[in-house]
């Protein structure tokens, strides 16, 4: 069978098959509104000469919001040490899931869930593998899975993640 050229309708190929860094829905800024941006940064540098009282200011806020943050991880600590967590580790990764919400490592990567993010969590086992999935709301599931060095491990680490899913997550 004999295909014309003309009748063949190319369509530019997108998706994470293509380009690993593809994210649905996430769109770069317009070149020409950096473009702009930096155009108007320099200008207001040259009309007010140089700014050595905006630095300073910007330190002073700098300080301010990472002492907040300090204490915010205080916070966040206090209330994670005093309710159940599970942290599932392995050579290659790890399941951490704890008063802030769910948190997947795999190598060098790392997914954190809020637990306002995440819709639903089940999690299996087979042998000594423990599979924990996060189900978000946009109908999107996330699995990762660490294996244990023994069965009673496993175990344990069953009986911990059940005392944290009733103690942070709302049916």
Sequence with gaps: MEQRMESQKVTPVTGAGFDPAYVPGLTSPEPEAVAEDA????DEVGKEGTR???P????ATQAAEDAGAADVAEDAEAVVKDGPVLAAKDRRGS?????TGVRFTLDDQEAEFT???ISAVEYGTSRK????TVHTPNSR???NDVEAADKSRLTEWTEQLDKALDA???D
């Design 95 to 99: 399941i951490t899931v704890d008063a």
């Design 52 to 54: 050595d009282e905006e």
């Design 168 to 170: 942070y997550f709302e």
């Design 129 to 132: 593998r423990l599979t924990v």
């Design 115 to 117: 637990w306002d993010e």
């Design 141 to 143: 599931w996330y699995p």
């Design 56 to 59: 300073e200011a910007a330190q």
């Design 39 to 42: 155009v108007t940064d320099s």
